[in-house]
């Protein structure tokens, strides 16, 4: 199985920061990379498929990069509704494998 | 609008079985794959299983295989999630979810989520 490993798992920072997350693969999965949103109780979002695409109504301030084994998410100015956790996943190829998440939390 | 509702989670005992439900509506179900996805209390996401379209290609996690059955019945616009032999890790919040049409190929990033269903395995 391909794993995913997100950077860092926790993330502090301020209303207008520029965040950036890191996902790296365990080989190279092309640019078939997706990144999603997840809020206490509910269910995850999409943010971001083929590694760079914005899915429709999604925040321009949300944007995506990489191929190969080295993604990024970057929020240019982080905003009070962007407090989350995000994941990464691979669709590659089955099985299946998302990221451990990184939780952004208020400074 | 795009909806999905998952039902038929509850507590179970260990080596007990469940069936779990995902009711679509608001696209045409019969066109898109469908997965299942599952969160452990407190933890991160897992993969569990995905079903095409026409139910011709099936895949499952490791962790689950020989265990679990996915199905779907296109004309009830439903997807299923047979549960056996269940064990204590298989607690979690399960979700079902679609394949987003904003790709070509197979497989592809999940656009739409239910809110999921809790199934809880214990004595």
């Known amino acids: 199985d391909i794993q995913m490993t997100q950077s860092p798992s926790t993330l502090s920072a301020s209303v207008g920061d520029r965040v950036t997350i890191t996902c790296r693969a365990s080989q190279s999965i092309s640019s078939w990379l997706a990144w999603y949103q997840q809020k206490p109780g509910k269910a995850p979002k999409l943010l971001i498929y083929k590694a760079s695409s914005l899915e429709s109504g999604v925040p321009s301030r949300f944007s995506g990069s990489g191929s190969g084994t080295e993604f990024t998410l970057t929020i240019s100015s982080l905003q009070p509704d962007d407090f989350a956790t995000y994941y990464c996943?691979?669709?590659?190829?089955?099985?299946?494998?998302f990221g451990g998440g990184t939780k952004v939390e208020i400074k | 609008e795009v909806q999905l509702v998952e039902s038929g989670g509850g507590l179970v005992k260990p080596g007990g079985s469940l069936r779990l439900s995902c009711a679509a509506s608001g696209f045409t179900f019969s066109s898109y794959s469908m997965n299942w996805v599952r969160q452990a209390p407190g933890k991160g996401l897992e993969w569990v299983s995905s079903i095409s379209s026409s139910s011709s290609y099936i895949y499952y996690a490791d962790s689950v295989k020989g265990r679990f059955t996915i199905s779907r019945d296109n004309a009830k616009n439903s997807l299923y999630l047979q549960m056996n032999s269940l064990r204590a890790e298989d607690t979690a919040v399960y979700y079902c979810?679609?394949?987003?049409?904003?790709?070509?190929?197979?497989?592809?990033?999940?656009?739409?989520w239910g809110q999921g269903t809790l199934v809880t395995v214990s004595s």
């Open positions: 996943q691979q669709y590659n190829s089955y099985s299946l494998t």
């Open positions: 979810a679609r394949d987003s049409p904003n790709s070509s190929g197979w497989p592809r990033a999940f656009d739409y």
